[in-house]
């Protein structure tokens, strides 16, 4: 009797491994989704879960298209050694990354690789307004060190720094390009990102400060156009927010809670 059942266990384990490792890649696609609340999507999904590609964009509206928010396609492989709680997985895109982004640990505690993201800004537009007003292009690049994740009692910890950079930025609705070359940090410490911004160079000066917990984001700091550029700039920084003196000076403040 034992051996005949050691046999069907055999049977079902075998079918349902056979199963998961022809699992299509549209199945990453879903936990994509599920796990940025429906915010982003894969595109053009082929392979299987554990060997596949797809482009990375922003969730369709209806029954419309995948806007795609990075060039090229992302590539991935992910070791079966996840289903035994070990994780080892790559990520490509010789367009977007600047290198092969690894991850590696376990379910509960894992590491990501340091690398480069380009994001052509004119894709953000996709994300809806005020973004698709403003009408940015430049260069936008993000950068982090090796990131540490935590998953306990339910929640994702990050441990690490990231940097966006905004290279030679400009907007179709100011006559001045670029406007300026600006750094937005942010350094995690579990579920909150104490957040930096500044200009590096540039006629429209960037600057505040703030913090990004559990989602919520809360910033204040301030816009203003550099000495004899305010005219030229009015139009850009009253979209921006509201007025304010700043000692002898007025400026746009950015507040965000």
């Known amino acids: 009797m ?30 994509v989704e599920k796990q940025t609340a429906g915010r982003i999507t894969l595109g053009d999904a082929q392979g299987s ?27 991935w492989r992910i070791s079966p050694l996840v289903l035994l709680g070990q994780v080892d997985a790559e990520l490509e895109n010789p367009v977007a990354l600047s290198q092969t982004v690894k991850l590696q640990g376990s379910w509960s505690q894992w590491q990501v ?29 993000l950068s982090w060190n090796a990131l540490q994740f935590v998953r306990q009692a339910g929640k994702l910890d990050v441990l690490g720094a ?26 995690w410490r579990g579920q909150t990102a104490d957040i930096t911004l500044k ?12 913090n990004l917990q559990e989602g919520r984001l809360r910033f204040s700091g301030k816009a203003e156009a550099e000495a004899g550029q305010e005219d030229r700039l009015a ?13 002898d000076k007025e400026v746009i403040a950015l507040e965000f809670k």
């Open 2 to 31: 034992r051996r005949p059942l050691v046999w069907v266990v055999a049977a079902i384990l075998s079918v349902l491994l056979t199963v998961a490792w022809f699992l299509p890649a549209a199945w990453m696609s879903a936990l």
């Open 49 to 75: 879960f554990w060997r596949g590609s797809a482009f990375v964009g922003g969730a369709a509206v209806g029954d419309g298209p995948v806007t795609p928010l990075f060039a090229g396609r992302f590539s």
């Open 113 to 141: 690789s340091a690398a480069n993201l380009a994001l052509p800004p004119e894709r953000l537009q996709g994300l809806g307004a005020p973004l698709n007003t403003i009408g940015l292009s430049g260069q936008l690049n």
């Open 162 to 187: 990231m940097q966006l950079e905004m290279k030679d930025m400009a907007s179709r609705l100011s006559p001045i390009k670029p406007l300026g070359t600006y750094a937005l940090g942010f350094d």
């Open 199 to 210: 200009t590096l160079k540039g006629p429209m000066l960037l600057s505040g400060k703030g």
């Open 235 to 247: 139009n850009l920084l009253n979209l921006l927010g509201q007025r304010r003196k700043d000692g």
